[in-house]
C-alpha cells in the first residue's frame, strides 16, 4: 500500500502489519524497520536536541526509580521543523484511518498536545520500569487505545542496552525484546495488562537513546472495559522486589485527588506572587 504520507512514511504492507498484529499475544503489536524514508529519517535524527537542550525548550526531566535520566519534550510549538512534519503526519486523518485498518480500532483519535508523548531522550544509567499506561486522558475524556514509538538514535550499539521488553499480564515472563533500532517503528495497544518496560541504558556520555512517541484514543471505551479509571500502573521484573513497594495504580477518585492537589498548589504560588 501507498503510504499516506509517501514524502515521510516508506511504503506499508498493511497486510503483513496487519497479521503480526492479531496474532501477537497477549500484547498486540507490530514493529516495521525502516519506517521513515531515510533521507527524512537523517534529517529528523539530526534535529533532535541534547539532553540539555531539549531541557531548554521547556522538557520535562524524570529522576524516579522507575523513570530516570530522561527528558520528554511534548510541546510541538518547540518542535524542529522535521519532528513538527512527523508529528503531524501520525496525528493526520489518513494515518488514523490506516491505523484502524490494521488494528480493528475505529475512530481513532490523536492527542495534539501530546500528553506523555513527544520527544524522548534517556541518557546513560536510564531506564524504564515496567508498567501499564494511564487508560484515559481526562482532558478530552478519551479512552488510551495505542501506542507508537520510532526510535531516531543512528548507530544505535545494541550493546549500549536500552531494548524495548513486551511482558506477560503477571510480569512473570518477558514475551518480547526489542532493540531501539535506528528508524524502527513500533505501535502496540494499551490495556491495563499491556506491560512494558526500557532496559537499562548504557550508552557513553553524550549520546541519547532517542524516540518519537505518541498516543492513540477513542471517545468510546474498548470492549471488555470493567469501569475501571487508572493512570500508570508499574510492576517489578522477576528480582525487582523493593520495586514492588514503590508506586501503585491509581484509581480514578485518587486520579481526581492528585490533580486537585496540583491545582491547590499552583493557586498557592500565584497568591505567593502576587
Request: glycine fraction near 8%; charged fraction near 25%; charge should be positive.
Amino acid at each position: 500500500m501507498q503510504s499516506p504520507h509517501p514524502d515521510i512514511i516508506r511504503r506499508i504492507d498493511i497486510q503483513a502489519i496487519s497479521q503480526r498484529y492479531r496474532e501477537a499475544a497477549p500484547t498486540h503489536f507490530f514493529a516495521i524497520d525502516g519506517f521513515l524514508q531515510p533521507e527524512f529519517a537523517q534529517h529528523l535524527a539530526a534535529s533532535f536536541p541534547s539532553f540539555q537542550g531539549a531541557l531548554d525548550r521547556g522538557g520535562k526531566e524524570f529522576t524516579r526509580v522507575n523513570e530516570r535520566v530522561k527528558v520528554q519534550l511534548t510541546d510541538a510549538s518547540r518542535f524542529s521543523v522535521p519532528a513538527a512534519r512527523l508529528h503531524e503526519a501520525l496525528a493526520s486523518p489518513e494515518w488514523l484511518e490506516l491505523l484502524s485498518g490494521v488494528t480493528g480500532i475505529e475512530n481513532l483519535h490523536a492527542d495534539p498536545e501530546l500528553k506523555g508523548g513527544g520527544l524522548h531522550l534517556v541518557g546513560p544509567g536510564g531506564g524504564l520500569g515496567v508498567h501499564a499506561d494511564f487508560n484515559f486522558l481526562e482532558k478530552r475524556r478519551w479512552f488510551r487505545r495505542l501506542n507508537i514509538l520510532v526510535y531516531l538514535t543512528p548507530d544505535w550499539d545494541e550493546e549500549w542496552g536500552g531494548d524495548f521488553e513486551l511482558w506477560d499480564p503477571e510480569v512473570r515472563e518477558l514475551r518480547e525484546v526489542i532493540p531501539p533500532r535506528f528508524n524502527c517503528c513500533m505501535v502496540f495497544n494499551t490495556t491495563r495488562t499491556s506491560f512494558h518496560g526500557v532496559r537499562t541504558i548504557r550508552c557513553p556520555e553524550g549520546v541519547t537513546r532517542n524516540a518519537f512517541a505518541a498516543f492513540y484514543y477513542t471517545e468510546e471505551p474498548p470492549e471488555g472495559w470493567n469501569g475501571e479509571y487508572h493512570s500508570t500502573i508499574y510492576r517489578a521484573r522477576p528480582g525487582e522486589w523493593r520495586k514492588r513497594f514503590v508506586e501503585m495504580p491509581l484509581d480514578r477518585a485518587a486520579f481526581r485527588m492528585r490533580h486537585a492537589w496540583r491545582a491547590a498548589r499552583r493557586l498557592r504560588r500565584r497568591v505567593g506572587r502576587s
